[in-house]
Structures are given as structure tokens and as C-alpha cells.
């Protein structure tokens, strides 16, 4: 198998484990609050990155003062705990609407609709510079009419709490990923991702406790899937992400990624039961059509189609 292939293969199964952890999102409502399974799954991956990031920071000498000045080491402190704020802000919020939607949409119906954040990205570059094309516009708006038309029968009344708090992930999503592109070098990736899952789950259990009140006997009945949650789709997900990107060109990457919410709808129906509506179904490739789009951009003359040289 060429490594073009095995790169291929790898964010395939990046999109199958990520599609998967709508089901374990679904089951984690079911044994305990979702504001508190969603704090809890963030700490727990912030736990997971330690080991991963300090030989990093260490190698890099990133806060090492004897390799950088006195100001370079405070503002790159500086930077981190701001990034680590905004972004575990913004993932909070994400990651609790689309919990807390999820008590009354489908799996595949949640997938769906959060996928919506890869057009919604290039409107929120506009907050840092970037221009928006016709393209991107044309992207967004299928994208709703393709949320309309799966959500909002009979009106806006039609379209159930879930709905929206769905599609207001989405935007986080991608408010989210605008940020961490503002923060992110080279040397700390890993910080960022260590701190945004930290800053999250204590300011999220700091939302849930008083709200929910979780219990000792509903955090060990979550133990089970929330461990899945956190080391297959959270910590295999991303590094099988990491090793695919290496062999594929960014297009085709980016749409093997895009079949998460295709996957979320196959394993709701097969371990949930769960059954889109024929009306539903065709919102889903409207937007799944806008996802594609919003990522496929036209060959170059003369651009290489295989994995990088190495």
C-alpha cells in the first residue's frame, strides 16, 4: 500500500471515530448531565496532552529562560493563558449546546448540522482580516437552506430547541478555530490544546455543578463512556488526523474529514435505532453538498496530487 493510501485509509478511520462520538455523546445524556459529561470529558483530555506536551515544551526550550530573554518567556506566558481562555471559552460553549442539543436531536441529525462550522469559518475570518469570496457566501447559504429544510417544517416553530443549540455549536466551532489559528506556532500546538480542553472543563464544571448538581453515582455510571469518548474519538481521532495529513494533500483530506457526519447518521441508526426522516435526509445532503463545495479548490496546472516528497 503506498503511503499515499495508508494516508487516506487513516483520516477514513479519523472519520469513523469521530462520527462515533456522537453515539457516545448520545449514551453519556442518558447516565449523566450533559454541562457535567462534557467538563468532565474536556479535564480528562487536558489530563491526556500532559505527557504529550512537556518533552515538546522542553525540546522547544519554549519558556526556557536560559535559551530566550526575560520579555520572551513573559509574553509567550501571556499568550497562553489568553489563548487558552478564549479558545477553552469558545469550545466550552461549543461543546455544551451541542451536549445539551443532542437530549433532542438525532445523532446523525447533530453531525449534520455541526458540519455546518466548515462554512462558517470564512465568515468569522472576517473578525481578523480576511476576506470573504463569492464562493464561501454561496457555501453559507446552501448550508441553511439545507438546515431549513431538515429542521424548520411548518415554520420556525418547527425546528426543536436541539436545532438551534445545534446550530449555534457550529458557529462556536468555528469561532473556535479562527482563534486557535490567531494563537497557534509551531512550538505550541499541544500547549494550546492541553490548555483550550483545561480552561473549558473547569469553567464549564464551574457552570454545571450549581445547575445540575451531578452526584458521586452518575460520574461512575459515566466512567465507561466517557472514557471512550475522551481516548478514541478525542486522543485516537486527532492522531490518526495528525499521521493521514502527512501523506495527503489538504483537499482530499479535508473531504475524507467531511464524512464524520455521514458516519454520526450510520451509527445512530445501527446502535441507537435512530431514523432520519426522508425530509431530513435531503437537509443533510444539502449541507453535506456545501461542506464539499466550501472545500474543494480547483488544480493548479502543473500541482502535484501525491503525498509531499519526504
Known amino acids: 500500500m503506498s503511503d499515499r493510501a495508508k494516508g487516506n485509509a487513516a483520516l477514513l478511520l479519523t472519520a469513523i471515530l469521530w462520527g462515533s462520538g456522537f453515539i457516545a455523546q448520545k449514551i453519556g445524556n442518558t447516565v449523566m448531565p450533559p454541562m457535567t459529561f462534557n467538563a468532565v470529558r474536556m479535564l480528562m483530555a487536558s489530563a491526556v496532552l500532559v505527557p504529550l506536551m512537556l518533552p515538546g515544551l522542553r525540546k522547544s526550550g519554549y519558556f526556557d529562560a536560559a535559551r530566550n530573554t526575560k520579555e ?100 462556536a466551532f468555528a469561532a473556535q478555530i479562527v482563534a486557535v489559528n490567531c ?28 445547575i445540575e448538581r451531578p452526584d458521586a453515582a452518575s460520574l461512575m455510571a459515566g466512567i465507561p463512556v466517557l472514557l471512550y469518548a475522551t481516548f478514541v474519538p478525542t486522543a485516537g481521532g486527532y492522531t490518526l488526523q495528525i499521521v493521514g495529513q502527512k501523506y495527503t494533500d489538504s483537499t482530499t483530506a479535508a473531504l475524507l474529514m467531511s464524512t464524520e457526519a455521514v458516519f454520526a447518521a ?18 443533510s445532503a444539502i449541507i453535506f453538498a456545501a461542506t464539499i463545495i466550501g472545500q474543494t479548490e480547483p488544480r493548479q496546472k502543473g500541482a502535484k496530487t501525491g503525498a509531499p516528497d519526504v
Open 72 to 171: 520572551t518567556v513573559g509574553r509567550r506566558y501571556r499568550k497562553s493563558l489568553t489563548a487558552g481562555l478564549i479558545c477553552g471559552t469558545l469550545l466550552m460553549i461549543g461543546t455544551n449546546t451541542q451536549q445539551i442539543g443532542l437530549l433532542t436531536v438525532s445523532a446523525g441529525k447533530s453531525g449534520f448540522i455541526s458540519s455546518v462550522y466548515i462554512v462558517f469559518v470564512p465568515l468569522f475570518s472576517v473578525l481578523i482580516g480576511k476576506k470573504v469570496s463569492m464562493k464561501s457566501l454561496f457555501c453559507i447559504v446552501l448550508a441553511m437552506i439545507g438546515f431549513a429544510v431538515m429542521s424548520l417544517e411548518g415554520g420556525l416553530g418547527g425546528a426543536t430547541p436541539g436545532d438551534w443549540l445545534t446550530l449555534i455549536s457550529a458557529a
Open 183 to 210: 494563537y497557534i506556532d509551531k512550538d505550541n500546538a499541544l500547549l494550546l490544546s492541553q490548555l483550550q480542553f483545561l480552561f473549558s472543563g473547569l469553567m464549564g464544571l464551574a457552570i454545571a455543578i450549581p
Open 266 to 283: 450510520v451509527f445512530g441508526a445501527l446502535m441507537l435505532g435512530e431514523m432520519m426522516s426522508a425530509r431530513e435526509m435531503a437537509g
